[in-house]
């Protein structure tokens, strides 16, 4: 196998708010191509991209291969199903600002339940458990810590919003005399 040509082609499809066992089968079906899914073959690849190109026969034998197919665990169903919904994809994302809300424990003032923090648990142990790869997005550093100590695989340190926002506090704040701002981690 053509390692340079794999990692060129490896590309996911990240699919937030998934709710069921059936939502996710119809992902995995749409996005890979048999025997693992119903893709079509027609158009399959944009040739240019590619260095050196493949034949389409070195495409369709790698393809399942290099696609990730990744869902977000952010609502109530999902949670529940976890543990049927983790074997059927490549990765399982937690959205915990979605799923907090979803599952009546919203985080606020940055601030994350003990429900809230037991459903992200049971999240990495249906993934762990599935042998599958699982990741969290998290609102700084510290947090991303924790979660890369609790053996998250995939961790959004944090996002554009929180970052740039406090980015831009701590300059404004430094510019005009006050040091530097500090803001809870939150959206």
């Known amino acids: 196998m053509d390692t340079a040509w794999t990692l060129l082609t490896a590309v996911q499809i990240i699919v937030p708010l998934i709710r069921t066992v059936e939502e996710t089968k119809a992902l995995v079906a749409a996005t890979k191509f048999p025997p693992l899914g119903k893709r079509g073959f027609g158009s399959p690849i944009a040739l240019q991209n590619f260095s050196p190109m493949p034949s389409f026969t070195e495409y369709l034998q790698h393809a399942n291969d290099s696609l990730l197919t990744i869902v977000q665990i952010e609502t109530k ?32 003032e940055g ?9 992200i648990a049971r999240i990495l142990r249906a993934a762990v458990g599935a042998g599958k790869k699982c990741g969290i997005y998290c609102t700084g550093g510290e947090q991303a810590r924790k979660y890369a100590d609790m053996g998250f695989h995939m961790i959004s340190a944090a ?23 500090v803001k809870a981690a939150s959206y």
């Open 111 to 119: 601030k994350m339940s003990k429900e809230l923090d037991e459903a």
């Open 77 to 108: 169903e999902a949670l529940e199903a976890v543990e049927e919904i983790a074997p059927l994809v490549d990765v399982v994302f937690i959205g915990p600002f979605d799923l907090g809300n979803n599952i009546g424990h919203p985080i606020i």
């Open 159 to 181: 996002t554009d919003y929180t970052a740039l926002g406090a980015v831009m506090a701590e300059s404004l704040a430094i510019a005009r005399g006050e040091g530097p701002a």
